[in-house]
């Protein structure tokens, strides 16, 4: 494993390189080195799990004062789930690094999307017992919270789609989203959205990102809309 290589693509220096070693040493790797003292990372994978739940629920809590408790634990379960955590590792290259037995390897381990969710948690898992627990809030402040912000995660929350499936029950009803206002300097936009309803103001809603904004409108309106 090449963990000078990984530390300079993350721009990230570890103190402990078993810990590193261990995030990406799948347990195949581990029954077909038994003479050798090498630890998989399925412990690593449990701890990692609940930095990046606490991080995640950290961040949802601090940057949306107005969303209730319900819907950040609908969003941060889209954040967390596997096809998520398959993607933040494809990302970061990590395949590459995974430490395989020679069985999963020829099946197509590296690949394997269950195995690549899991050595994610686990090199978060690492970064956390190595660095602190501010290092890995700082590695997702680089790596996951941007894709959040620019609405990777906007299916698990698409209230515009709920309000389309709602008012086409009603005939010659029709929707339509306008952008109203926006404040703060170009990397810390803040948009105003409005959502109207056969010409009627609905709902309004505001985000860091015009999407956003329509999506909080589309929520508000489908919290009072009657039709």
């Known amino acids: ?5 990984l530390e300079k693509e993350l721009a990230i220096r570890f103190d402990n390189h078993e810990l590193i070693k261990q995030a990406f040493t799948h347990s195949s790797y581990v029954n077909e080195h038994r003479n050798e003292t090498v630890v998989d990372n399925e412990r690593l994978e449990f701890l990692g799990d609940a930095v990046l739940e ?3 629920s950290q961040y949802l809590f601090n940057e949306n004062a107005e969303m209730p408790e319900g819907e950040m634990t609908k969003l ?3 954040i967390v789930c596997e096809p998520s955590l398959v993607n933040f590792a494809r990302d970061l290259d990590f395949g590459k690094f995974i430490r395989l037995g020679k069985g999963e390897e020829q099946t197509g381990g590296r690949e394997r999307p269950a195995l690549l969710a899991d050595v994610f948690e686990a090199f978060l898992g690492a970064l956390y017992l190595d660095k602190g627990y501010s290092e890995a809030l700082a590695f997702l402040e680089r790596h996951v919270f941007p894709k959040i912000t620019t609405g990777a995660f906007s299916h698990a929350m698409d209230y515009k789609s709920q309000l389309q499936e709602l008012v086409q029950q009603y005939r010659h009803q029709t929707i339509t989203y306008r952008i109203i206002d926006e404040t703060g300097p170009s990397h810390d936009r803040e948009f105003l959205a409005e959502v109207q309803i056969s010409e009627k103001v609905t709902g309004t809603g505001k985000g860091r990102t015009k999407k956003e904004a329509e999506q909080r409108a589309a929520k508000a309106a489908l919290d009072k809309y009657q039709p």
């Open 1 to 5: 494993m090449e963990i000078q290589q």
């Open 54 to 56: 606490l991080g995640v």
């Open 76 to 78: 941060r379960a889209a």
